[in-house]
């Protein structure tokens, strides 16, 4: 059987090896050295022999499928000097979209207050007093209206002189 011809096989050959034959053949192992080869070869390699042999030479069933895969490469990187000038233009943006966020929030706090006004004025003409006690509240009402802008006029400038001061360039900062 096949397992007896790869058995004898290996061990002609070794024996071949074992001869010490000069000038062709110079004697590599000794009769000790055989006999441990072959125990270790019927131990592990002839042990499982046939599961091999028929592992390797059995015809397989080969199903070839094909993949198409799409690797993303990183975008090239850009010099920092041109990192740098679109840092300044999105800063420029963001300010000059502040500044048009501000004057919106302005037009509408405006707006909201001459309703106010109207509202009040009215309801003051419409009360049930004499003339005296409404204008002691118009007038308080006036005061009112002058501490509220002055509070909002002292914001504004601050928020202002905020906005001014982050929209300079750093000390620090590198010019172009």
Known sequence: DELQKALSYLQR???IYSKDEKPEKAKVFSAKEIEAILLY????LFKYYRL???AFRKEQNQETKKLQ????FPLPTKPLTISEAIEDKASEQEEMDIEIKDDQDREEEEEEREEEEEGTEDMI?????DNNTKRLLQAKLDQFRAQMEAKLDERQKSLDDKVSELSKPKAGAKKK
């Open 13 to 15: 050959t070794l024996l």
């Open 41 to 44: 070869g019927k131990r592990t």
């Open 52 to 54: 091999y042999s028929y």
């Open 125 to 129: 003409k419409n009360l049930n007093v």
């Open 69 to 72: 895969v799409y690797i993303d």
